[in-house]
């Protein structure tokens, strides 16, 4: 089962900044797209931002022109730049990677805390 892991949340103050990474556990074939949701308390898990293995990108309004997603060399990884951050941003951030075969698949991290806070 391929794995996705993030790292580099943690806590910043308002208009601080932070940048989240994720690999995968191996190597996958026909990845279509990578992206970034979160999920804050009591709310439904959202997207932040994709980008297409032809490098388009797609972004939430609400973080257009703060965050910028952007792939590693390595065809597994995928980064989050996040600038500007603000005390709604806080939620826990997913990695996601997906795979075309037959079928669509969606690979899912665990989650890394970002939590905005003076």
């Known amino acids: 089962q391929v794995q996705p892991v993030e790292s580099g949340g943690g806590l910043v103050q308002p208009g601080g900044s932070l940048r989240l990474s994720c690999v995968a556990s191996?190597?996958?074939?026909?990845?279509?797209?990578m992206g970034w949701y979160r999920q804050a308390p009591g709310k439904q898990r959202e997207l932040v931002a994709t980008?297409?293995?032809?490098?388009?990108?797609n972004y939430a309004d609400s973080v257009k022109g703060r965050f910028t997603i952007s792939r590693g060399n390595a065809k597994n990884m995928v980064y989050l730049q996040m600038n500007s951050l603000r005390p709604e941003d806080t939620a826990v951030y997913y990695c996601?990677?997906?795979?075309?075969?037959?079928?669509?698949?969606?690979?899912w991290g665990q989650g890394t805390q970002v939590t905005v806070s003076s």
């Open positions: 191996e190597i996958i074939r026909s990845i279509t797209a």
């Open positions: 980008i297409a293995a032809g490098g388009n990108t």
């Open positions: 996601n990677l997906k795979q075309l075969l037959l079928l669509e698949y969606n690979y």
